[in-house]
């Protein structure tokens, strides 16, 4: 029989995997309608639009983290005013943040078109669909905030009813503006703002229905203290300054495999959905890490940390395995389904053997970084990101020469790989520190 603590894993894990796997369904059903409206320069508008916006609001993820951190904690004390403050900190920097970027939004939008340099139309389609997609800013942002907050709380089935409603929303909305309307790339860009602001309503009327408890005697008076204030914009510099350069290692390794000719980034950008996928069920267990080791040092329970920690690396090696072995049978099958350009194919078989290796070279990193946020311990996750950063730049540059894209693929999983030893090393710093007040 299945034990307590797996099942409190299980419980965060599996709804946070199915939401997961319907993030990306958002830009794939804009892309599928898109296929149908017109010419290649919608696709292409899409393709770029989509690209501008995942970078944007990945740069502001620390709203989902650093909230998911701190509210386990709290729930852990038993706080429950610090955890309605956390709440509307969150939600208030979020609307902030949102504003911001809508002020300045021309100006992001004209540097970022200037780096991709899209073609004249293409340039002219992805304008109007950012123009239109910006004022759903708000909303994702909020949703960030939400969702760490409900993961805090040790609710992932909330952000996962939320994920699958908007985009059935999305595919509504969409297909009757295009379809039913005639509005073309408009229609899409209106149809994911529809969703998305209909997938943040839903979140806070979820939130009002089953929590609407913690508020009765109304918010408490020093949300904006100052101390609080500092804390939570320190824990989440690091998680900021980490997202930023696990960016730029990943925009480097499709530049570098560009450079490498058409077919080597065709490749390269087929192999990388090996490790999507993979990432789509261990960051579910991450998000148990956030919400139960977060909750255990939030009560100073040392023993029922050590047990999170010990299961959930019970449940990342077994995951590790079973993608191993999933890849090595029907690798070559999800290939071809993902292609059927025999040059492409035939070139991916030289690299797809490194694909076995993304499992058990990326386990370490996804576990740690769940535990070190519900730890709030961001700088030691920020160290073992620049370290993995540092070691994937030397070994590219060792490599490349000799080596050329392998060396790119050897760098890449050497980079995963360090970030797990190097917070694998720095474990004993995560526990036992006094927690300040959220």
Known sequence: MMNL????????????IVSNITVPLLGL??????????TAAYIGAIAVGGMLFNVIYWMFAFLRMGTSGMTAQARGRRDFAGITRLLARSLGIALGISLVLMALSPIVRELALQVIAPSADVGLLARRYFNICIWGAPASLGLFALNGWFIGMQNSRTPMLVAISQNLVNIVASLALVFGLGMKIEGIALGTVVAQWSGFLAALALLHKYYRKLWKKGWPPD???RPAILRFFNVNKDIFLRTLCLIFVHFFFIAAGARQGDTELAVNTLLMQFFTLYSYFMDGFAFAGEALAGKAIGAQNRQVYHSVVKHL????????????LLYFVAGPWFLHL?????????TAAAYQPWTLLFPLCGMAAFIWDGIYIGATATRYMLLSMAVGM????????????TLANHGLWIAFLCYLTMRGVVQTLTRKQIYGKQQKKA
Request: glycine share 8%; net charge negative.
């Open 390 to 401: 540092g070691v994937f730049f030397a070994l590219y540059v060792l490599l490349i020469s």
């Open 338 to 346: 993902l292609t059927d350009d025999a040059s492409v194919i035939q």
């Open 5 to 16: 603590r797996n099942r409190q894993i299980l419980s965060i894990a599996l709804p946070s």
């Open 29 to 38: 059903i804009d892309v599928a309608i898109t296929g149908h409206i017109g």
């Open 223 to 225: 949300i904006w203290e």
């Open 313 to 324: 690396f019970g449940w990342g090696v077994a995951m590790a395995l079973l993608f191993t």
